[in-house]
């Protein structure tokens, strides 16, 4: 079958399913397998481009001289805001519309105003090409979830959107080895290499040693995406919409936005799942805005040694934790129903005390273990939520449910987690400032915190006293505003064992397959 004859059988509005396609899926395995590969793949360019500001927030911070509560606004409102709100419009362009195209064009976009980032002359420059990011990446997901649905069974599908669902912690492990590698890189060597490699006429003129390491690190994780868009266009295929659902779901006329808001309303899985899924994503954005300026502030590592720590070691525990999510739900709800709601439960719920230990722990190493288990299993929640989103709607509103939670999710957890853990941050600061009894304020702690290494070991007396106070302060106010956030994931699991109550009478893709 053509990429042509496809997105046409596609177009229709009732597909006729082909006898045992429920039990089979669109294509073959191996190239379901592909297309998986590649969405997996889009989605993990999606979140380096979107999470690599948390990994530079320290170097932005000294560069523009700004605040947790700024950078607050550079992780949460200013990709959150449009993000969100374009992702319901997105979502139901892709009901009708070739959704292959739309993530292809959805990836050239955000990919380039990544790359933008890099040349942002002030705050307000990096504040709108973040916004521009947002855009772009609103066209991802929906889609996304809707080509899987029609790909893979109801049987296979909450391991096939823990999978795409990997793109979250390997996106943000990637972000932080480039970009905390590329923050710290010696800009002359790498204009040299730029030189050897036969580029050296497009930036003819430029002095890199005036070019910082956080700007390079924009530019190289956003060109690769504009390449990515071309694959996706050139090698996926438009499936026949609903192609794996039911016969009960077939040949049905197209839902419009309000039909699919209120039978989500009905469904109190659904409510509670998103809730749920709300306040994880309000507390892990948060949290990981900043905690490679919490390894760096209270540990003492460089950004590089901070960003391998964050992206290697975290970013695989969560990365095994998003993928056995899926995995485990499908095969434990053979046995048990309702392993969707409890088992995200168990996991948060338990992360909530190692997350405790670890951010409290003077010791590096001994803390690392405690959040690396807590890292796994937090993440318990992310496979269930789009498996339930899918679930309990048909194909016809199946990008708008998962838009609908996508909203929610990062319009208040999103939009709100980094700003406001950033403004507590801030607050802690000040607080932890006027207990030292030394007459400080954060204005007064500026100058001396973007002193340079060099000019710090230079301080003596007074100078010295109040350098190490007002580093005691930015150190700690992050590290309280972190363990106070961590405590939220409790209230998640909270909701998502309340969503067992309903979950089998709720969902409707897996009631046959």
């Not at 809707?146 to 795409?164: E, G």
């Not at 950033?422 to 973007?450: H, M, N, Q, W």
């Amino acid at each position: 079958m053509t990429k042509a004859s496809t997105a046409a059988a596609a177009s229709t509005a009732a597909p006729a399913t082909p006898a045992g396609a429920i039990n089979t899926g669109f294509g073959t395995p191996g190239y379901r397998a592909y297309v998986l590969a590649a969405l997996l793949t889009v989605y993990v360019f999606n979140f380096i481009d979107r999470t690599i500001v948390n990994i530079l927030t320290e170097p932005i911070k000294l560069s523009f001289g700004l605040e947790d509560w700024q950078m607050g606004l550079l992780g949460g409102p200013a990709f959150a805001v449009l993000y969100t709100f374009l992702g319901i419009p997105i979502a139901r362009a892709a009901e009708r519309y070739n959704r292959v195209l739309i993530i292809a064009g959805a990836v050239v976009i955000w990919s380039l105003f990544t790359a933008l980032c890099g040349f942002a002359a002030s705050f307000l420059m990096l504040f709108l090409f973040r916004v521009g990011v947002s855009i772009g990446e609103a066209g991802c997901t929906p889609p996304a979830q809707s080509l899987i649905a029609d790909y893979y069974q109801p049987s296979k599908r909450a391991t096939a959107v823990s999978i795409y669902a990997l793109g979250v912690p390997l996106g943000g492990m990637f972000a932080s080895i480039f970009g905390g590698q590329l923050a710290g890189i010696d800009s002359v060597a790498f204009g040299a290499w730029v030189s050897s490699i036969g580029l050296g006429g497009l930036f003819g003129g430029l002095d890199w040693s005036q070019v910082e390491g956080w700007r390079i690190a924009f530019v190289v994780v956003g060109v690769p995406g504009l390449i990515l868009g071309f694959l996706v266009w050139r090698t996926i295929t438009e499936p026949p919409r609903g192609y794996t659902d039911p016969a009960a779901l077939q040949n049905l006329e197209r839902a419009s936005f309000g039909e699919a808001l209120r039978v989500l309303m009905k469904k109190p899985a659904y409510r509670h799942v998103v809730f749920g899924a709300m306040l994880a994503s309000f507390v892990g954005y948060g949290v990981s805005q900043f905690t490679t300026s919490f390894l760096i502030r209270t540990h003492g590592l460089t950004i590089q040694e901070a960003s391998l720590l964050f992206g290697i070691i975290l970013g695989v525990m969560a990365a095994i934790g998003v993928f056995s999510s899926g995995w485990l739900s499908d095969r434990l709800s053979k046995r048990y129903p309702n392993a969707l709601s409890w088992l995200p439960a168990i996991g948060m719920g338990a992360s909530v005390p190692l997350y405790a230990f670890g951010y409290i722990a003077d010791n590096l190493w001994l803390a690392m273990p405690a959040l690396m288990i807590a890292a796994m299993i937090h993440y318990f929640y992310l496979g269930p939520m789009y498996a339930v989103s899918g679930g309990v709607v048909d194909s016809r509103m199946r990008a708008t449910s998962v838009a609908i939670t996508l909203f929610v999710v990062n319009l208040l957890g999103y939009g709100l987690g980094p700003l406001l853990i950033g403004v507590l941050s801030t607050y802690l600061k000040s607080v932890f400032l006027s207990g030292a009894d030394l007459g400080l304020t954060i204005e007064a702690c500026k100058p001396l915190i973007a002193l340079s290494a060099e000019a710090r070991a230079g301080l003596t007396g007074v100078e010295a006293t109040n350098l190490a106070a007002c580093a005691d302060a930015d150190a700690k106010g992050l590290q309280w505003s972190i363990v106070i956030f961590c405590c939220g994931y409790g209230w998640a699991a909270l909701h998502y064992l309340l969503a067992g109550r309903t979950l089998q009478e709720d969902m409707v893709a897996y009631k046959e397959g």
